[in-house]
T-cell receptor, first 115, second 112 residues
Framework: DTGVSQNPRHKITKRGQNVTFRCDPI?????LYWYRQTLGQGPEFLTY????????KSRLLSDRFSAERPKGSFSTLEIQRTEQGDSAMYLC?????????????FGPGTRLTVT | GQQVMQIPQYQHVQEGEDFTTYCNSS?????IQWYKQRPGGHPVFLIQ?????EVKKQKRLTFQFGEAKKNSSLHITATQTTDVGTYFC????????????FGQGTILTVHP
């Protein structure tokens, strides 16, 4: 068990550019979650996958955001045409099983700065 | 949509004093989880409460789930400097099995 890993750890981009983040969950964890966290706030749910199926997506998530988990293992989160308001820590978490009760294991996050 | 509020936002205590943070949901929850985030770190799971009125203890930490399953609390007895961090509650409603809604957290500072 090597834990949840995320790459890159930091990303600085200019407004209007596209960025992609990667999350590698704990092996054999069926569920994978993406959150966004800004300073002084709790993690804000973005979307989650059960295996390769994206089961729920936040209504707050604009069409510029897309996430994939093509083989049910790692996941990518892409933000197109970045805006300064997208600057935040993007957290990935995974959990075992298919139920909603399992604890979530968080990765170290990717800190995005949009200039 | 579902909202989860936490109070207080900040709490400064002297080492050895007790600490309590409260969590309130706008909707009935199927379960609630508590996480701790150290400065510069990521959230780490502490505990989950499922049953109405449930009380769980972990050493100096006591967690409670309200009878109506809309509120919860975390109490730390005799705080230590290692307790420093932000404590989040996160609730799950019965209509969304995957989504966790986090409160804004309580930042605990412990002065030695």
């Amino acid at each position: 068990d090597t834990g949840v890993s995320q790459n890159p750890r930091h990303k600085i981009t200019k407004r209007g550019q596209n960025v992609t983040f990667r999350c590698d969950p704990i092996s054999e964890h069926n569920r994978l979650y993406w959150y966004r966290q800004t300073l002084g706030q709790g993690p804000e749910f973005l979307t989650y996958f059960q295996n390769e199926a994206q089961l729920e997506k936040s209504r707050l998530l604009s069409d510029r955001f897309s996430a994939e988990r093509p083989k049910g293992s790692f996941s990518t989160l892409e933000i197109q045409r970045t805006e300064q308001g997208d600057s935040a820590m993007y957290l990935c978490a995974s959990s075992p099983g298919t139920g909603g009760e399992a604890e979530q294991y968080f990765g170290p996050g990717t800190r995005l700065t949009v200039t | 949509g579902q909202q989860v509020m936490q109070i207080p936002q900040y709490q400064h205590v002297q080492e050895g004093e007790d600490f309590t943070t409260y969590c309130n949901s706008s909707t009935t929850l199927s379960n609630i989880q508590w996480y701790k985030q150290r400065p510069g770190g990521h959230p780490v799971f502490l505990i989950q409460l499922v049953k109405s009125g449930e009380v769980k203890k972990q050493k100096r930490l006591t967690f409670q789930f309200g009878e109506a399953k809309k509120n919860s609390s975390l109490h730390i007895t005799a705080t230590q400097t290692t307790d420093v961090g932000t404590y989040f509650c996160a609730g799950r409603s019965g209509t969304s099995y995957g989504k966790l809604t986090f409160g804004q957290g309580t930042i605990l500072t412990v002065h030695p």
